[in-house]
């Protein structure tokens, strides 16, 4: 029975594949089997042990996905050293941040870049004694390149087989990972999640899903993100799939095309930008051919309901799907690689349309709801009953004799279970505030519970907007609704203790530059166009038209259109990307005054 990491690791090495993992290497796959794997890790757990580290003492990674990130993760795991991920976008400070505040005594780093960041936390106050570097020769002395440490594992290999009885000495109360939440607001806090919390999470999710040995993921959704780490890492491997690497992000559209997954994980923003993408390439296509297509998404969102309920649908709104699929919908699948049973999504709201639009094209999408704190998966949609709008029904109905999930009275969701992390690491004063007097984690959003079961998030318990007259306003909804326009990539709601609504709107810059060109707008650049009248006239009209859906007290009276995206580099978006409201309403102070001025 797998109770813990360690022993999810050494099952799945029984299956054997020959492509338990694969990277891409001079343009094509190169696979690591199970076998070789399963070498690796054991090489470098002597290695680690020979260098002094001890059960219980944290190891970090700064690293993109790819091989050395899973053999490091296995390694720490069956040796009882907690991992601390970092994304590998963190800057100096931040980066120094974490690697002090976890007591990290080593941090493995994919280049010299990372290596550079990790050295600036060694210090007097630092726990930090080794870093060392998986690409390229290290231009620090310090430095120890990855392949040294390997061959300090190699020395070792006769003692191999003892690493399999230091799995078998894990326990599930053991701490696994150091996860720091990325936050809206203040610090970072560090998830301290046991081997337990991820065991029952992959275990649970494998019960209800329909992952399958045989299957194929491509991994490019952060690992160092709580959703990858379980859903394209473990529980992947426990299952038998093969994990291929995509290059990077930039790279996933011929990643795509080379690996033919059947299975893909992401954030909603992945799948917007596609379906962003595929009406840009519409409307600018011939008449006939777009035609032809608003007939293929009229045959498909008809049949959406009957596909979300798994029933059967009419004979002769079959007749139509099938020829919109044969004629429009295999072009876009086609550019997924053409396998993809289904997709799974999460770490945010995913829009309705946009996951009708992959439905109706024949790439089913799930959606969940976690978080880093839970290991992450509270609840997701099952094939069969998939409203859109919701997350599904939560994973457990009651676990020990108390509802799973349950809503407070101000409307938070709360969830105590198997998955919930024992605290936050060297933090109890937030532990005591994470927690309520009955041992339920307060999870900050605020949702609802259908009668069917299903849970529905309506909002962030710290973002609700409570405009001076007193209405409460709940952003996130309407912000996904903005973004649903083929006009608005991005959107910022406003109006915490003013008195009206107002947005800040990053345009779709491919639809507002062909917009331009068609009604002869003048512009220079992007800064040039978002200033223009007729621009703002545009975003006013598409924002009444989401206006009419809204009640009167959350409709949106003024907007200020940005020339750039809100991004991770500048700090306005967290590593899962999203926003960071105080960051915005800081460095857009003057712009977000404009809006009111006088009112």
């Not at 704190?373 to 004799?401: A, L």
């Not at 331009?516 to 621009?535: G, I, M, T």
């Amino acid at each position: 029975m797998v109770q813990t990491i360690a022993d999810l690791f050494y099952q799945a090495c029984s299956f054997q594949s020959p492509d338990a993992l694969a990277y891409r290497k001079g343009g094509v796959y190169v696979p690591i089997s199970h076998q070789e794997l399963q070498a690796r890790v054991e090489r470098l757990a002597l290695a680690l042990e020979a260098r002094g580290l001890k059960a219980g003492e944290p190891v970090a990674l700064i690293c993109e996905n790819r091989p050395e990130w899973a053999v490091v993760d296995y390694a720490c795991a069956i040796s009882g050293l907690p991992t601390v991920p970092l994304y590998p976008t963190l800057n100096a400070p931040q980066s120094a941040f974490i690697l002090r505040h976890s007591e990290a005594r080593i941090v493995f780093c994919s280049t010299a870049d990372q290596a550079r960041k990790a050295l600036t936390a060694k210090g007097p106050d630092s726990a930090l004694t080794w870093v060392v570097q998986m690409d390229g020769i290290p231009a620090d002395p310090s430095v120890i390149p990855f392949s040294s440490l390997m061959a300090e594992g190699e020395a070792l290999e006769a003692r191999r087989p003892e690493v399999r009885a230091w799995a078998r000495q894990r326990k599930a109360e053991e701490l696994l990972t150091i996860i720091y939440t990325s936050g809206t607001t203040g610090d970072p806090k560090g998830a301290m999640l046991t081997h337990g919390n991820l065991v029952s999470n992959v275990e649970r999710t494998l019960q209800l899903l329909q992952l399958k040995k045989g299957d194929r993921c491509l991994s490019f959704l952060p690992l160092s993100h709580i959703l990858e780490r379980m859903a394209g890492h473990y529980s992947t491997m426990r299952i038998g799939a093969s994990i291929y690497y995509a290059e990077s992000i930039a790279t996933v559209g011929d990643d795509l095309q080379a690996t033919k997954p059947t299975i893909i994980i992401s954030v909603p923003r992945i799948y917007e930008k596609i379906y962003a993408r595929v009406r840009e390439g519409v409307a600018s296509s011939s008449i006939v051919k777009r035609f032809i297509f608003h007939w293929a998404m009229w045959a498909g969102d008809m049949s959406v309901p009957y596909l979300y309920e798994k029933q059967k649908i009419p004979l002769w709104l079959q007749f139509q799907l099938w020829w919109s699929r044969h004629l429009v919908f295999h072009k876009i699948l086609a550019k997924t690689g053409g396998n993809i049973r289904f997709a799974i999504s999460g770490g945010a709201p995913l829009a309705p349309k946009v996951m009708a639009f992959f439905w109706a094209i024949g790439l089913p999408i799930t959606e969940g709801y976690g978080l880093t704190e839970t290991s992450p998966v509270v609840s997701f949609n099952r094939f069969g009953e998939v409203v859109p709008g919701k997350v599904g029904r939560p994973i457990y109905d009651s676990w020990e004799g108390k509802p799973y999930v349950k809503i407070a009275e101000d409307g938070e969701i709360l969830v105590q279970g198997p998955n919930v992390m024992k605290g936050y690491w060297k933090n109890p004063e937030g532990t005591a505030e994470a927690f309520d007097k009955d041992g339920y984690f307060r999870t900050g959003d605020i949702g609802e519970l259908s009668a069917r079961g299903l849970l529905k998030i309506t909002d962030r318990k710290k973002e609700i907007i409570v405009t001076s007259g007193g209405k409460k306003v709940a952003p996130q909804p309407i912000e996904e609704l903005l973004k649903t326009d083929k006009f608005i990539t991005q959107a910022v709601l406003l109006g915490d203790r003013r008195n009206f609504i107002s947005a800040l709107l990053i345009p779709n810059f491919d639809s507002l530059h062909r917009w331009a060109h068609q009604k002869k707008v003048p512009f220079s650049n992007n800064r040039d166009l978002v200033a223009r009248p007729e621009v703002h006239q545009l975003m006013m009209e598409r924002v009444e038209q989401i206006n009419q859906q809204l009640s009167n007290f959350e409709r949106i009276k003024k907007v200020a259109i940005l020339d750039h995206e809100l991004s991770l580099e500048t700090g306005q978006l967290t590593p899962s990307l999203k926003v960071k409201r105080r960051v915005v309403n800081e460095m857009y102070a003057t712009l977000i005054e404009s809006l009111y001025k006088g009112a």
